[in-house]
């Protein structure tokens, strides 16, 4: 069964940074999509970012673009998230999940999640 670990969730000062990192076992990352999602208190989950198996092409929400990064480091079977000028209303619980297809933008699309890691925005 494959598992995903996200780590490197905190609390940050709003226009502060964090780099989440989803570390992959049981199974090599590079031949997955990986998509980010989060979700927000009283709120459904939400796709925020994915990145491509097959030609490693990147996806954003609006509500993230320019501010987010993901990137993929297959050597230590890794996908990472940096996010930067982080807001109040990025905080929530913030998982990785896995597909062997392309990028998809629902949940309903992967199959296989992490536990998630905690994110909060807060003066």
């Known amino acids: 069964q494959l598992q995903l670990v996200e780590s490197g969730g905190g609390l940050v000062q709003p226009g502060g940074s964090l780099r989440l990192s989803c570390v992959a076992s049981r199974f090599t990352l590079s031949f997955y999509s990986i998509g980010w999602f989060r979700q927000a208190p009283g709120k459904e989950r939400e796709g925020v970012s994915c990145i491509s198996s097959s030609d490693g092409s990147t996806q954003y929400s609006d509500s993230v673009k320019g501010r987010f990064t993901i990137s993929r480091d297959n050597a230590k079977n890794t996908v990472y998230l940096q996010m930067n000028g982080l807001k109040a209303e990025d905080t929530g619980i913030y998982y990785c999940?896995?597909?062997?297809?392309?990028?998809?933008?629902?949940?309903?699309?992967?199959?296989?999640w992490g536990q998630g890691t905690q994110v909060t925005v807060s003066s």
């Open positions: 999940a896995a597909r062997p297809l392309s990028c998809g933008q629902r949940v309903v699309d992967f199959g296989s």
